[in-house]
């Protein structure tokens, strides 16, 4: 399998960490609704694939906050690539106490740069400041995202990474009612039609 995840354009070792995550996965998903069953038989390329694209459009010394981690896609990727570099750091958000523990777990087995806050996204805030990047994936729409990350973006420092599926562009024209925001949109190199959006300089309308 380490030579399947090198396709993705990583180093050995980060293949290696990537497929001590693989096998804890799989240990634990069947008891615990880690992603859509329906896409768990694909989780190389739908889920570590898409959440690898992070590591190739934002590289670099970066401090991270993953909102609504769930089964560590992408923000616990994220961290997994980062312990080879042995900088930057994530900050994994996650509400739900078996999907903690499970992260946990995952950050022991594979010695990702990451911590998990077992807290609310609307209370994150209060503790976890100065981030330089904001990521989510499968969380919400566009709008609701922006108000999620706004605590972060308003600084003016941040900038946010959304995985978004082909019908990102309805998701972008119904955030422009609340918000004003500069946009790139990335494709992904994983899933035709799919985007990486990436949006700074957040102000509320």
Same mark, same amino acid.
């Given at each position: 399998?380490?030579?399947?995840?090198?396709?993705?354009?990583?180093?050995? =070792? #980060?293949?290696? &960490?990537? @497929?001590?995550?693989?096998?804890?996965? /799989?240990?634990? *998903?069947?008891?615990?609704?880690?992603?859509?069953?329906?896409?768990?038989?694909?989780?190389?390329?739908?889920?570590?694939?898409?959440?690898?694209?992070?590591?190739?459009?934002?590289?670099?010394?970066?401090?991270?906050?993953?909102?609504?981690?769930?089964?560590?896609?992408?923000?616990?990727?994220?961290?997994?690539?980062?312990?080879?570099?042995?900088?930057?750091?994530?900050?994994?958000?996650?509400?739900?106490?078996?999907?903690?523990?499970?992260?946990?777990?995952?950050?022991? =087995? #594979?010695?990702? &740069?990451? @911590?998990?806050?077992?807290?609310?996204? /609307?209370?994150? *805030?209060?503790?976890?400041?100065?981030?330089?990047?904001?990521?989510?994936?499968?969380?919400?729409?566009?709008?609701?995202?922006?108000?999620?990350?706004?605590?972060?973006?308003?600084?003016?420092?941040?900038?946010?990474?959304?995985?978004?599926?082909?019908?990102?562009?309805?998701?972008?024209?119904?955030?422009?009612?609340?918000?004003?925001?500069?946009?790139?949109?990335?494709?992904?190199?994983?899933?035709?039609?799919?985007?990486?959006?990436?949006?700074?300089?957040?102000?509320?309308?």
């Amino acid at each position: 399998m380490a030579e399947t995840l090198s396709e993705f354009g990583v180093s050995r =070792e #980060t293949a290696e &960490r990537l @497929q001590r995550f693989v096998k804890l996965f /799989e240990k634990w *998903a069947p008891s615990i609704n880690l992603v859509a069953p329906s896409t768990r038989r694909d989780l190389l390329r739908r889920h570590i694939g898409d959440s690898l694209e992070l590591a190739r459009l934002a590289p670099g010394d970066r401090k991270w906050i993953d909102l609504g981690s769930g089964g560590g896609f992408p923000g616990l990727i994220t961290a997994i690539v980062l312990a080879e570099a042995g900088h930057g750091w994530v900050d994994l958000v996650e509400s739900n106490n078996k999907k903690v523990a499970f992260l946990r777990a995952a950050i022991l =087995e #594979t010695g990702a &740069r990451a @911590q998990v806050h077992p807290i609310r996204i /609307e209370v994150a *805030a209060e503790t976890l400041r100065n981030h330089d990047s904001v990521s989510a994936r499968a969380l919400a729409g566009l709008d609701v995202l922006c108000g999620l990350a706004a605590p972060w973006l308003l600084e003016g420092r941040a900038d946010a990474w959304f995985h978004k599926g082909r019908d990102y562009r309805r998701e972008v024209e119904q955030a422009r009612g609340r918000w004003r925001f500069d946009l790139i949109e990335h494709p992904s190199g994983i899933e035709p039609d799919s985007v990486i959006l990436q949006v700074r300089n957040l102000e509320r309308q």
